[in-house]
């Protein structure tokens, strides 16, 4: 067998269909004159540079949606990965209290914000950081106790062969086996706590990338401005999933040994 | 070590019970000893009222309860159908085929991150005001999980089985119907029922465009008067459905798929 790669011809394909997305998007654009165009998005975020809105440049609304995001990200991680063990190896707290999270789980993210604002008012940033806080954590504490309540149990019985108290065990084999899930819930609330940022920031703020958004409904339609939000969010979210990924294969180094 | 296995069957029972107890307990009490306002706080029990009270009483939101729930549902089932009819195949046919593969990965990739929300102001210039838009928003939600699962489950189809109907003569298209589309369908079926939990859960952002009625709507109403008896039974009712609606899927998937239960 020669060694020399195939070229993948089907790569043209990819390139074709992004360039399709963007015909797509500006075929639309001429034909409704209130959406904006691929160009005028560019061209609306070089104006934003210039001319920042409520005297606020782009970079103070990139900066509060990503410190509203990490913190509330930050405190559910360890409170829900700190349930979520619980849970797991408590079988009293699991039995008393996971009634009540499942008849709390249902209930989307979105759908406490009102209470959430009628608790902690609409100004200032407490309300903003408990809904992301809730579109964040649920995520996190069902995977944590889903993978720990499945581990091996040859892991389990090794390590108290080997003399682990309950502490031990859950230090060197429960947790470090349930990693690969632990972040799998940290990249699906993630994307819900995204939600969460632009609908707290659509609702009420004086800055941050939702806020961006919501001002393009103002008067008349700035739909260049949304197009500019939502760049911005697609990049910010992939930007931080990217550094979850550095971490967790940092984390896991044995991941990459998985020869087939 | 982890199992409770020495617990009786009246212990188990009996936590279950508790932990609810306590959490509805320590909330009627609270509110009962007026340690919150109840600007803020309303009991369980005043909920179970106002629940009763709405189901005739259109103030202050304009329609009764059953009306708000009817058109949500309606609502939410618009963009969840809408969505699996293109999202199921869209995601087959990407996991199975590698030129379509590449093609609609790179527009999927790119409409992914965005969260449904920020779409709303260019639905609103391109659908206008109207169900048509408020359904967009729970199309673009519910599509993706739909997609990924589908996509995924195909991909996973078993090498060995592909082979044995290679080697029966099938063709490209018989592989892609007698093989990986029966193999795939637990992972499709997973996709659809997360795909109904985001479709459930982004009502309430659908319902932020200028709509007059349905659940989402009855909550921010019940905000703006300072009715939280009125928030709290709108979340529970969203909640309950969800949660029942996703217990119905699940029967449905043991119905569809009867080997799945054979472990």
Redesign the interface.
């Known amino acids: 067998m020669s060694k020399v790669k195939k070229i993948?011809v089907?790569?043209i394909?990819?390139i074709?269909?992004?360039l399709?997305?963007l015909a797509v998007w500006w075929a639309?654009s001429a034909v409704?004159e209130?959406?904006a165009s691929p160009g005028q998005t560019v061209e609306r975020f070089f104006r934003l540079i210039e001319n920042p809105i409520m005297g606020k440049p782009v970079s103070v609304h990139i900066l509060a949606s990503m410190r509203r995001i990490l913190v509330a990200f930050f405190a559910a991680s360890v409170a829900g990965v700190g349930l979520g063990v619980c849970f797991?190896?408590f079988?009293?707290f699991r039995?008393?209290?996971?009634?009540?999270f499942s008849?709390?789980r249902?209930?989307?993210?979105?759908?406490?914000?009102?209470?959430v604002?009628?608790?902690f008012g609409v100004i200032g940033d407490t309300s903003k950081y408990i809904i992301i806080f809730i579109g964040i954590i649920m995520a996190i504490v069902i995977n944590t106790y889903a993978s720990?309540?499945e581990?091996d149990p040859l892991f389990?019985k090794a390590a108290?062969t080997l003399g682990a108290n309950?502490w031990q065990?859950l230090v060197h084999v429960t947790l470090p086996n349930s990693i690969p899930a632990i972040f799998a819930g940290m990249k699906t609330g993630l994307?819900?706590g995204?939600?969460s940022?632009?609908?707290a920031e659509?609702i009420a703020a004086k800055e941050g990338i939702?806020f961006l958004?919501n001002m393009?409904?103002k008067t008349t339609?700035?739909?260049a401005l949304?197009?500019v939000?939502?760049v911005l969010?697609?990049l910010c979210?992939?930007l931080v999933s990217f550094v979850l990924s550095v971490i967790e294969r940092k984390l896991c180094p044995w991941l990459e040994l998985d020869v087939k | 070590?982890?199992?409770?296995k020495t617990?009786s069957v009246g212990m188990?029972v009996f936590?279950?019970v508790?932990?609810?107890l306590?959490?509805f307990g320590i909330w009627e009490l609270v509110v009962a000893l007026g340690l919150i306002s109840e600007?803020?706080?309303v009991a369980p029990s005043a909920i179970f009222m106002t629940f009763i009270d709405k189901l005739t009483n259109v103030v202050p939101d304009g329609n009764t309860i059953i009306v708000h729930t009817l058109t949500s549902l309606e609502l939410v089932l618009i963009g969840f159908v809408l969505s699996c009819l293109i999202g199921v195949p869209l995601g087959l046919l990407m996991g199975f085929f590698?030129?379509a593969?590449?093609?609609?990965?790179?527009?999927f990739e790119?409409i992914r991150?965005?969260?449904?929300?920020?779409?709303?102001?260019?639905v609103?210039?391109?659908l206008g005001i109207g169900i048509q838009a408020e359904a967009f928003i729970i199309f673009v939600a519910a599509f993706v999980p739909c997609v990924i699962n589908s996509y995924t489950g195909i991909q996973a189809t078993s090498k060995t089985l592909l082979d044995v109907a290679k080697t029966a003569g099938a063709s490209k298209t018989q592989l892609f119907f007698k093989v990986g589309i029966p193999s795939a369908l637990p992972m499709v079926f997973t996709g659809i029922k997360i795909s109904f939990g985001s479709a459930?859960?982004?009502?309430?952002?659908a319902e932020?465009i200028a709509s007059t009625v349905g659940l989402?709507f009855m909550?921010?109403q019940?905000?703006n008067a300072?009715r939280?008896d009125i928030?709290?039974l709108?979340?529970?009712v969203?909640?309950?459905i969800?949660?029942a609606l996703?217990g119905l899927l699940s029967i449905l998937e043991k119905k569809a798929l009867p080997w799945r239960n054979l472990k």
């Open positions: 993948d089907y790569y394909l990819s074709l269909s992004v399709l997305l639309a409704n209130s959406l797991g190896i079988p009293t039995r008393m209290f996971w009634p009540v008849i709390l249902p209930v989307p993210p979105l759908a406490w914000i009102p209470i604002i009628l608790w720990i309540s581990t389990l108290k309950r065990t994307s819900t995204w939600m940022v632009v609908a659509m939702g958004i393009s409904m339609p700035d739909t949304d197009f939000g939502i969010v697609a979210s992939s | 070590m982890y199992n409770e617990r188990k936590l279950n508790s932990g609810l306590m959490f600007k803020k706080l590698k030129p593969n590449r093609f609609f990965t790179p527009i790119i991150p965005i969260p449904p929300l920020a779409w709303i102001p260019i609103i210039v391109v459930w859960a982004t009502l309430v952002a932020m989402g909550i921010q019940g905000r300072v939280p928030v709290l709108g979340m529970s969203i909640g309950l969800g949660a996703t």
